[in-house]
Nanobody, 127 residues
Framework: QVQLVESGGGLVQPGGSLKLSCAAS????????IAWFRQNPGKERDFVAS????????YYADSVKGRSTITSDNAKNTVYLQMDSLEPEDTAVYSC????????????????????WGQGTQVTVSS
């Protein structure tokens, strides 16, 4: 099994920045890719960004492209999501997901592609 723990969420003003962390433990050899998703109550879970565990092939949702950077640090078994120029619309619970079997290129934005999920961290963008 793989355990994922997110951190770094919080309250930030519009235009501010946050850096989220996703620390993986356990059978990290099972991880092929890691992604960030976000969700608000009563809404669907939305893809934010993903990256291969090796640090290659990052993808971003159009809503965060140009404002976010996803990176992987294998030495620390951690994936980071740097988010800048935050907007109130970015408010959500952010969860990381790991695993992946099949075509990463075609399926990286689909929750079903990932086998393991963290509990999430709240990000609130408000003045």
């Amino acid at each position: 099994q793989v355990q994922l723990v997110e951190s770094g969420g919080g309250l930030v003003q519009p235009g501010g920045s946050l850096k989220l962390s996703c620390a993986a433990s356990g059978r990290t050899d099972k991880i092929y890719a890691i992604a960030w998703f976000r969700q608000n109550p009563g809404k669907e879970r939305d893809f934010v960004a993903s990256i291969l565990w090796s640090g290659a092939a990052p993808y971003y949702a159009d809503s965060v492209k140009g404002r976010s950077t996803i990176t992987s640090d294998n030495a620390k078994n951690t994936v980071y999501l740097q988010m800048d120029s935050l907007e109130p619309e970015d408010t959500a619970v952010y969860s990381c997901a790991a695993g992946g079997g099949g075509s990463y290129t075609n399926s990286h934005a689909r929750p079903r592609f990932y086998d393991y999920w963290g509990q999430g961290t709240q990000v609130t963008v408000s003045s």
